[in-house]
Structures are given as C-alpha cells and as structure tokens.
T-cell receptor, first 114, second 114 residues
Framework: DVKVTQSSRYLVKRTGEKVFLECVQD?????MFWYRQDPGLGLRLIYF???????EKGDIPEGYSVSREKKERFSLILESASTNQTSMYLC?????????????FGPGTRLTVL | SQKIEQNSEALNIQEGKTATLTCNYT??????LQWYRQDPGRGPVFLLL?????KEKRKERLKVTFDTTLKQSLFHITASQPADSATYLC?????????????FGQGTTLQVKP
C-alpha cells in the first residue's frame, strides 16, 4: 500500500517560532509538493521538488523554505511562523513526468500559529 | 494567468440521483484534467484522469467529460449514495515541463441525502 506520511496531524506553534513539517513517501517518486489549503481558496502550491536537492517556488513561497536531501523526504520550513500561516498543509508526491500522473497526498498537518 | 473555477456552493441531492459537478477553466489549454475526492480533515484522493483528446472517461459509477472548446469538464456520479458525500476537486496540468505541477480548483462539496 503506497503511502505519503506527514510528521504531525496537528501542530500548535507560537508566533516567531521556526517550524518544520516533514513529509516522507515510500513510492520512489521523483516529484514532491507542498500545498496549503484554506477555506474558499482551495489548494495552493507553496514549493515543489522534481529531484533530490532541486526545488522550485510555487504560487505562494513567501515565508517558507524547503529541503530535499533524500529522495523520499521533503521538508517544509516556516522560518518565523506568523498567524497568517495558520492553515492545513498537505504534502503530495508523483512519479517523474507531467500532468498525466496522479498525485498521492498525505493526511495533512493542521497548523495553528498563536 | 490560468484560472480554474468550480461551483463553490454545495450540491445537495437525493440518494439514487445523478450528481453533476462542473469545472471551468480559462487562459489555458491543458493536456490533462484530473478529479480528486477529499473527505473532511484528509488529503485528496485521485479518482480519474482524462486527456485532451478524450471526450469521456468512465470508472464504475463515475463519468468525466472534457470539452476543450467550452473549456469545461463535467464530473458525474450515477446512483449516488450517502458515502459519496465529500468535496470533489478538479485539477489541470500546469505546464509541459514534466514537473507534474497541477493547478487545483477550490472544490465543490457534495451532500447525498438518504
């Protein structure tokens, strides 16, 4: 059973803290993605990676950074958490190739920044 | 810029009826269109993919159409059941660079009443 796992289902942090969200996939996928999902705004792409150590900005990269040191792991970092980063964060992966490949999603991390 | 729109109003139907959800897009000609199901508090799960040269695709009680002239996809669930209640997202492949990036609609929530 293929899987994308995320380190936490729920997370509460304080403003200004550095936050790490971890995502691991066991499908040997080249592509990995980080999204945030907010009511009425849908899924918005923060960053994605198409290979180890490669990363590209998505639509809303400000305030975030990513790391991909190993193929199976893609980390999202909030350098200094702010209340407007309270959201549901979703990680996904897909095999190498274009939009003809489905994305496999993790269960999500609901982050609250106080 | 590319824009993808789904009906933000919830769709309420009676069990046994056919549910039809709409996905419209502008300023783009995607090669692929995908549909996902998302349950509350969970990550999206892939359902169907349709290519630009396919008019229709079926999978069990699901049917997707893709009209590249109207720039529209319709997603049908026949003989709907309460277990079909969820939010349904459409997604388009964003570019031809084989990164696998998708742009998602904000989703339509379907409620099937017994």
């Amino acid at each position: 059973d293929v899987k994308v796992t995320q380190s936490s289902r729920y997370l509460v942090k304080r403003t200004g803290e550095k936050v790490f969200l971890e995502c691991v996939q066991d499908m040997d996928h080249e592509n990995m993605f980080w999204y945030r999902q907010d009511p009425g705004l849908g899924l918005r792409l923060i960053y994605f990676s198409y290979d180890v150590k490669m990363k590209e900005k998505g639509d809303i990269p400000e305030g975030y950074s990513v790391s991909r040191e190993k193929k199976e792991r893609f980390s999202l970092i909030l350098e200094s958490a702010s209340t407007n980063q309270t959201s549901m964060y979703l990680c996904a992966s897909s095999p190498r190739g274009g939009g003809n490949n489905e994305q496999f999603f993790g269960p999500g991390t609901r982050l609250t920044v106080l | 810029s590319q824009k993808i729109e789904q009906n933000s109003e919830a769709l309420n139907i009676q069990e046994g009826k056919t549910a039809t959800l709409t996905c419209n897009y502008t300023n783009y000609s995607p090669a692929y269109l995908q549909w996902y199901r998302q349950d509350p508090g969970r990550g999206p799960v892939f359902l169907l993919l349709i290519r630009e040269n396919e008019k229709e695709k079926r999978k069990e009680r699901l049917k997707v159409t893709f009209d590249t002239t109207l720039k529209q996809s319709l997603f049908h669930i026949t003989a709907s059941q309460p277990a079909d209640s969820a939010t349904y997202l459409c997604a388009l492949d964003l570019d031809s660079s084989n990164t696998g990036k998708l742009i998602f609609g904000q989703g339509t929530t379907l409620q099937v009443k017994p």
